[in-house]
């Protein structure tokens, strides 16, 4: 056995245990910030998304794996991941702009 699967799988025992953070910390968030009456509309909302997202994805990637190969599939998903992330960041930054613009404004009114 190669001693690199063993950090692979240190890796990936890391991510899961940062995702299960990540799920915990971003669900409370929801809870605390979302009126009780819309709560089921912005977890749906919210968790439709992604899980769509990864199963297009699964359809997809079954069928260019069989059409393009492995290394041409990693080179199409890497260009996929930041052709996303070119679109996500502006929208983040512009939000989270707007979001702490905010309190200063409404401090300025009171």
Known sequence: ???VIGVALLG??????????????????IQQ?????RLGVVFGTVYMFP???????Y???ASLLGLIG????LVVSGIGI????????????RALGE????????AAVA
């Open 1 to 3: 056995m190669s001693p």
């Open 12 to 29: 990936q025992a890391l991510a899961g245990a940062g995702a299960g953070w990540h799920h915990v910390a971003a669900d409370t968030l």
């Open 33 to 37: 910030h979302v009126p009780a009456e």
């Open 51 to 57: 899980y769509a997202a990864e199963v297009l994805a």
């Open 59 to 61: 359809l997809a990637g």
């Open 70 to 73: 492995p290394r041409w599939l």
């Open 82 to 93: 930041l052709a996303t992330l070119a679109l996500v960041v502006p929208l983040l930054t």
């Open 99 to 106: 979001r702490a613009r905010r309190p200063a404004e409404v």
